[in-house]
């Protein structure tokens, strides 16, 4: 049974891969500008993983990714937890009060729809 939620090991060639998959060739230069925001300074931790978390909760938007991003420069760990681990974040309380094989099921759920996400291929590209 799962009782500590899973992080996810992932590279800049991960951000790479998913930025092709989510953007248009023609935004992906400024995706990366933006991207780049976060790991310039050196209290920013965990960059891809942020960066991953950002581009998960963007969904393809280069406004919401903007938005993303300076959520992730105030406190990183609030787009981690919502890109990670939303069904925690929506079902657990705080208190994390609830019984052990409900807690194991969001966080199975949760990494699970993590980790489909981050391995979708991309839709080919039309001619």
Known sequence: MI???PIPDVTNA?????????????????????????????????VDRVRLAALKL??????RLRLQIGVAKMD???????AEY????????????????KRAR???DDWEQYEQWLTRHAPPEES
Request: no cysteine; aromatic share 8%; glycine share 6%.
């Open 106 to 108: 969001v966080i199975r």
């Open 86 to 101: 939303p069904g925690y974040m929506e079902h657990i309380p705080p208190s994390g009060d609830v019984p052990s094989h």
């Open 58 to 63: 963007a969904a393809g938007n280069l406004e």
């Open 76 to 82: 990183f760990r609030d787009i981690i937890a919502a």
């Open 14 to 46: 991960d951000v790479d891969r998913v930025v092709a998959r989510e953007f248009p060739a023609e935004q992906r230069a400024r995706v990366w500008s933006v991207l780049r925001e976060y790991g310039s300074e050196k209290w920013h931790p965990e």
């Open 3 to 5: 009782d500590s939620q």
